[in-house]
């Protein structure tokens, strides 16, 4: 009994100690032993905890080097005991670092069977997870102290430290299909209810929504398009017309332009005043009627900008969690995907890092249950081929990672034939002034193309039906810009009019 005691004294002052913060690292010992033990005695434990641990999960490095061995034989298919293990042990020459045949019988002696194989597994993964972050803090604080060091490239590094971690860690059980099939259900009467079937957030196309229903949860859709062809143009117009005209809270993060840029292009979209005239004032008496009674259209709307330059996929995590827990935010629009990073995380190629942000972006989708669209560039491609097909985008464009294509649930091309001189498309369209939003990728239903009307001095795509001209008075006729409530025309050019007095502001809550 004495020496019971004496070895279990002997473990517990031998278990290493972490000098940064004078304590025991949060570990589970005896459950390490039961896991490893359990998983020799039960072949089929081991495809309940594969997806939960990993060698790096223990905390002691024999039983490392043993679950490691475990692992191999399992992938390879192989019987699991204590004998093949300690095979599997000599092929890796870690007999003796592990503890050998002793320590093994001693591991299968701890346990009878392995019913809570899974409870201990998810202990073990938690108390790594708490190791993690006193490393990652350990690392912070040692680095803050050090005046050499950068401290943006410090906060960029812990970002994406945990970023890494949070990947790491997020797991989805599966779950029995009855409540999947009642979800469905309950959407598909949602949907017989609503006008013209819609399921998703409306874009205000009506074409577009006829194809997709809307913008679906958890869809990651791409926008993408040469330069000049409008593709930003053609998301700040999805943007207005689903929070002025439907008022459904968007969120916008621009990393090419800053928030007034943003702005000048919603005023000249909203209120049919060209941008240049936004930019310099000089508006005509008609301009500035028309200016006044479309502002309005913007007092308190539901629209959230963000123009953070070099945005990484970590800080839009944080951020778009915040948008959707305390502004309800329904759609999410980054412009655009290449110029994202993933700070701190290491990659061989920016083709590495690209496909990362994509796969985070559809993880995100997902996680938040709301559809994010993020607009892409397209390589040089486009241009150097010949003819009128030639110009039309494809799925192979997409610049620098075909993950984007993959991820994707939606690919949409912003395409303007006029822009290359192409006037007539094969169905006998006039093209000019028009653009096609080409439906390339389609995970859901079908692919198409759909024409809208561009005025780029608007920076506005509609409706064919909708882009109506003006009368004489000014006034927008049949276009859905005369929705709403109006504000009182006596206002006039020069008008002190403060559309935003005593409501949101409109920028993001940080």
Same mark, same amino acid.
């Given at each position: ?24 690292p @949060?570990?589970? &010992? %005896?459950?390490?032993?039961? +896991?490893?033990?359990?998983?020799? #005695?039960?072949?089929? /434990?081991?495809?309940?905890i594969s ?20 692992q ?14 300690l ?14 045949? @002793?320590?093994? &019988? %001693?591991?299968?002696?701890? +346990?009878?069977?392995?019913?809570? #194989?899974?409870?201990? /597994?998810r ?16 690392m ?41 099939? %009642?979800?469905?259900?309950?959407a598909?009467?949602?949907a017989?209810s ?8 409306p ?10 229903s ?6 990651l ?14 998301a ?30 919603i ?11 936004i ?14 009674k ?8 539901p ?27 329904e ?7 290449q ?10 190629n ?23 669209l993020a607009l892409?560039?397209?390589n040089r491609?486009v ?23 993959q ?13 290359y ?15 096609q ?5 389609h995970?859901k239903g ?6 809208l ?10 409706n ?30 020069q ?16």
């Amino acid at each position: 009994m004495a020496d019971n005691n004496t070895q279990q004294t002997r473990r517990k002052t031998t278990q290493p100690i972490d000098t940064t913060i004078g304590h025991v690292p @949060p570990q589970a &010992l %005896e459950i390490e032993r039961m +896991v490893l033990g359990a998983l020799m #005695i039960d072949h089929d /434990a081991f495809s309940v905890i594969s997806e939960i641990l990993h060698p790096q999960t223990f905390y002691e490095r024999k039983n490392q080097l043993v679950y490691q061995a475990i692992q191999t034989l399992n992938l390879n298919e192989h019987p699991v005991d204590h004998n093949t293990v300690l095979e599997e042990l000599k092929k890796e020459g870690t007999v003796e670092e592990s503890g050998g045949l @002793p320590y093994l &019988l %001693e591991l299968t002696d701890r +346990v009878m069977s392995s019913a809570h #194989i899974e409870y201990h /597994a998810r202990i073990l993964a938690q108390k790594y997870m708490a190791r993690q972050l006193i490393s990652y803090a350990s690392m912070i604080e040692t680095n803050a102290f050090d005046e050499s060091v950068d401290v943006d490239v410090l906060m960029q590094k812990a970002e994406g430290s945990l970023f890494e971690l949070s990947q790491r860690n997020m797991r989805q059980d599966y779950v029995q299909i009855n409540s999947v099939v %009642e979800q469905a259900v309950a959407a598909i009467q949602q949907a017989a209810s609503n006008k013209g079937g819609l399921t998703g957030v409306p874009t205000g196309y009506t074409k577009l929504d006829q194809i997709t229903s809307g913008l679906q949860k958890s869809d990651l859709v791409i926008i993408a398009g040469r330069p000049a062809m409008g593709k930003t143009s053609f998301a700040l117009s999805m943007a207005k017309n689903i929070a002025v005209d439907y008022r459904r809270p968007v969120a916008f993060f621009s990393l090419e332009m800053n928030n007034l840029q943003l702005v000048n292009r919603i005023l000249s979209n909203v209120c049919e005043v060209p941008g240049s005239k936004i930019m310099n004032g000089q508006l005509d008496d008609a301009e500035w009627k028309r200016f006044d009674k479309n502002l309005r259209k913007l007092e308190n709307v539901p629209l959230y900008i963000d123009d953070t330059a070099g945005l990484s996929i970590f800080e839009l995590r944080t951020k778009a969690r915040r948008l959707v827990r305390e502004k309800k935010v329904e759609v999410i629009m980054i412009d655009y995907l290449q110029l994202m990073n993933a700070n701190g995380a290491k990659f061989g190629n920016r083709q590495e890092e690209v496909s990362t942000i994509s796969r985070s972006l559809k993880q995100l989708a997902k996680e938040l249950d709301i559809p994010i669209l993020a607009l892409s560039q397209l390589n040089r491609t486009v241009d150097n081929r010949e003819g009128p097909d030639g110009k039309r985008p494809q799925l192979s464009d997409l610049r620098e990672s075909g993950a984007i294509e993959q991820d994707a649930d939606i690919v949409l091309f912003v395409h303007r034939p006029e822009y290359y001189h192409i006037y007539t498309d094969p169905k006998g369209n006039d093209l000019h002034g028009m653009a096609q939003i080409i439906i390339a990728k389609h995970r859901k239903g079908a692919i198409d193309d759909v024409l809208l009307h561009f005025k780029g001095e608007f920076t506005r795509f509609a409706n064919p039906e909708d882009a109506a001209p003006y009368s004489s008075g000014g006034e927008i006729v049949g276009s859905r810009m005369n929705s709403g409530p109006q504000p009182d025309d006596s206002m006039g050019p020069q008008s002190n009019f403060d559309p935003f007095a005593g409501g949101d502001s409109g920028e993001l809550p940080y």
